[in-house]
């Protein structure tokens, strides 16, 4: 098993660019996070989605956009890039045990994206 | 603001236990946890504790919770370099969304 992974590592842009981050994992979780991570903060939860078909927002939605076309994807736009965007991003799944999600969170490796 | 408090910083020597602390503020959290990041690293899961426990030990690790005060600890018995990281806190909701605090930065000497 891969776990949970993220493409691109890293990536720049320009203000103004779009792009979309990929989260893929193969442990047949329901529930899927996008956060991203600054400097001298936690992570904080963009969006997330409880299952294929399903988003929800999270603490910092704006500016962001999400898909769950499919159960093992996640993915995250960006439409129109700022600096202030510029963070690590992190992608997370759990799992389910019926209505309940069971206790841990398995995180990817990052995408590490700086907008100029 | 961030609902999760933790201390910014805290040095220890080698060979010494580490007590890093947390405060949170939803006392509906179902679970609370300790993730350790290492530099240019993602997030690995240490430990968790679930809200109707007091205490957990899982070998050299264990978890303090005080429901009544809201505060969360993280005790690392005989610390080693290799436990140089930042720690962070975080507590889960109904949904598995997960709230962070800004994380303990540990600095183990020799």
């Known amino acids: 098993n891969a776990g949970v992974t993220q493409t691109p590592k890293f990536r720049v842009l320009k203000t103004g660019q779009s792009m979309t981050l990929l989260c893929a994992q193969d442990?047949?979780?329901?529930?899927m996070y996008w956060y991203r991570q600054d400097p001298g903060m936690g992570l904080r939860l963009i969006h997330y989605?409880?299952?294929?078909?399903?988003?929800a927002k999270g603490e910092v939605p704006d500016g962001y956009n999400v898909s769950r076309l499919k159960k093992q994807n996640f993915l995250l736009g960006l439409e129109s890039a700022a600096p202030s965007q510029t963070s690590v991003y992190f992608c997370?799944?759990?799992?389910?045990?019926?209505?309940?999600?069971?206790?841990?969170?398995?995180f990817g490796p990052g995408t590490r994206l700086t907008v100029l | 603001g961030e609902d999760v408090e933790q201390s910014l910083f805290l040095s220890v020597r080698e060979g010494d236990s580490s007590v890093i602390n947390c405060t949170y503020t939803d006392s509906s959290s179902t679970y609370l946890y300790w993730y350790k990041q290492e530099p240019g690293a993602g997030l690995q899961l240490l430990t968790y504790?679930?809200?109707?426990?007091d205490m957990k030990q899982d070998q050299r690790l264990t978890v303090l919770l005080n429901k009544k005060d809201k505060h969360l600890s993280l005790r690392i018995a005989d610390t080693q370099t290799g436990d140089s990281a930042i720690y962070f806190c975080?507590?889960?909701?109904?949904?598995?969304?997960?709230?962070f605090g800004a994380g303990t930065q540990v600095v183990v000497t020799p």
């Open positions: 442990m047949n979780h329901e529930y």
């Open positions: 989605s409880v299952g294929e078909g399903t988003t």
């Open positions: 504790i679930f809200s109707n426990m």
């Open positions: 997370a799944s759990t799992g389910t045990s019926g209505r309940a999600w069971v206790n841990e969170q398995f």
């Open positions: 975080a507590e889960a909701d109904s949904w598995g969304k997960l709230q």
